[in-house]
């Protein structure tokens, strides 16, 4: 499996991501370190979370998924196996005197980078990305306490996620003026039904920047798996309010062309998806999440597949500008 640079870093990836929101949400404590244990065994070895992971679920505070990872590191030994992404910048609903509980300030960075380490139960983050924008705060402030951070050892790269082109460019600017830390990887949410929001502005200025990617909702929070399939499908279930805006003709279409490609190709649809993904240039990893062994054995099996020409066109075709009605 051949590893790729997350930008100009140092650190390299294989081409699959795990996503780490699942943990202590959709998946439970012991689900969650079996999907860990078998995503090492497989010889993979990047795993992206955040802070707040999962505080919108309904008696959550925010650091469940990190709290996982961490007992998992522990438990395993695996830590050093692992290319560790996490981010800051949600509210974590818990400002404080010296701390304004959200953002990219200096301020919270401080805070919350400690408090991310604590559960995780590790003494680096190799990749701490900025979750969100934030407006209010100068770039050259957030650049630099993650200097200071990474001077210090606790952090190896930073990285930037639902980021415009413009503010994306803006902060690469401020940090080549000012020597600064530049972010060298992007997360935005990017798959076969929400391309245009990356590949219009954002993919062109990381790939003339060389700058990783690492985009989100790979498989649309699960619809790309086919297993959505009529308006009313998402009704009740955990992603349902993800997966609703897809429930439409554009969707199911795209449907019925993954479907085909996944049979000419001995293939399921969500792997046909993460292979479109992985194959797209300028992509480093897709980011996806699985909640048992079974999905996370199909996301893997995305890793070895290659897609023909023709493949790739139809479904880039049918994807075009992205599906949402
Ligand atoms: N930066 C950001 O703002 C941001 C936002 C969202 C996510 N993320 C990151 O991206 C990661 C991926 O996002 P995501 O997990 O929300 O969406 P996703 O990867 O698009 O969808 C994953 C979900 O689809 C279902 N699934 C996966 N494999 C399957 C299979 N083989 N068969 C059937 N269903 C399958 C599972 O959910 P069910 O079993 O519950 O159906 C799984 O949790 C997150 O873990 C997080 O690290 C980042």
């Known amino acids: 499996m051949q590893a790729r640079p997350i930008g100009r870093s140092g650190l390299s990836v294989a081409p699959l991501c795990l996503g780490g929101n699942v943990f202590g949400w959709t998946a439970d404590e012991a689900t969650s370190f079996a999907i860990l244990d078998r995503f090492v065994e497989s010889g993979l070895n990047f795993i992206d979370t955040a802070d707040v992971y999962s505080r919108w679920a309904s008696g959550h505070q925010g650091g469940e998924s990190e709290t996982v990872i961490g007992n998992w590191f522990k438990r395993s030994g695996h830590r050093e196996k692992i290319v560790l992404a996490t981010k800051v910048g949600m509210d974590m609903g818990q400002a404080g005197k010296n701390d304004p509980g959200k953002g990219l300030s200096a301020a919270h960075i401080e805070h919350a980078v400690e408090a991310s380490l604590r559960r995780l139960q590790t003494d680096r983050i190799d990749l701490y990305q900025s979750h969100l924008d934030d407006a209010a705060t100068p770039i050259e402030e957030t650049l630099a306490a993650y200097e200071r951070l990474i001077k210090a050892g606790k952090v190896r790269a930073i990285g930037a996620s639902n980021y415009s082109a413009a503010r994306l460019r803006q902060a690469l600017d401020v940090a080549k003026a000012r020597s600064l830390p530049r972010y060298e990887c992007l997360q935005p949410d990017y798959s076969l039904a929400e391309r245009a929001g990356y590949e219009s502005e954002l993919e062109p200025l990381c790939r003339r920047q060389g700058i990783g990617v690492i985009g989100y ?104 500008g992205g599906i949402r009605v």
Do not use: C, M
Request: neutral net charge; charged residues 15%; hydrophobic residues 50%.
């Open 217 to 320: 909702f790979s498989l649309a929070a699960g619809f790309l798996t086919g297993k959505y399939r009529s308006p009313d499908a998402a009704e009740g279930r955990a992603r349902g309010g993800n997966v609703q805006k897809y429930l439409n003709p554009r969707g199911f279409a795209l449907l019925d062309v993954l479907d085909g490609v996944a049979a000419e190709h001995g293939a399921t649809p969500a792997q046909v998806a993460l292979a479109w993904l992985i194959a797209r240039p300028g992509v480093t990893a897709p980011i996806a999440s699985a909640t048992s062994l079974a999905q996370l054995d199909e996301l893997i099996g995305a890793v070895s597949l290659t897609l023909s020409a023709s493949a790739v066109d139809r479904l880039s075709k049918a994807s075009a």
